[in-house]
Nanobody
């Protein structure tokens, strides 16, 4: 059974930092591209950052220079280090895994973790 379990969310003051973690199981983690998405109340889900299976990463313009995505394949875990947090970063953050087995494309989602940036 495939699972993606996020952790690390919470309440933080503006300017603060959080590190989100997402641990995968039930699939070959190292062969999947991993991403973080977020969804704020009343808004569509948006892509925050992606890291390929080769370790190349991209960030959305809204978080560039503040957020860093990384992965540890030995631990089947992807991280999102979030610095200089702003109130507009408040959202539910979701982990996503995208990959294929040679013939079929798979996309898996975690249950989400709440991040609230407020004083």
């Amino acid at each position: 059974q495939v699972q993606l379990v996020e952790s690390g969310g919470g309440l933080v003051q503006p300017g603060g930092s959080l590190r989100l973690s997402c641990t995968g199981s039930g699939f070959t983690f190292s062969t999947y591209a991993m991403s973080w998405y977020r969804q704020a109340p009343g808004k569509e889900r948006e892509l925050v950052a992606t890291i390929t299976r080769g370790g190349d990463s991209t960030n959305s313009d809204s978080v560039k220079g503040r957020f860093t995505i990384s992965r540890d394949n030995a631990k089947n875990t992807v991280y999102l280090q979030m610095n200089s947090l702003k109130p507009e970063d408040t959202a539910v953050y979701y982990c996503n895994a995208d990959g294929d087995d040679g013939s079929t494309w798979y996309s898996y989602w975690g249950q989400g973790t709440q991040v609230t940036v407020s004083s």
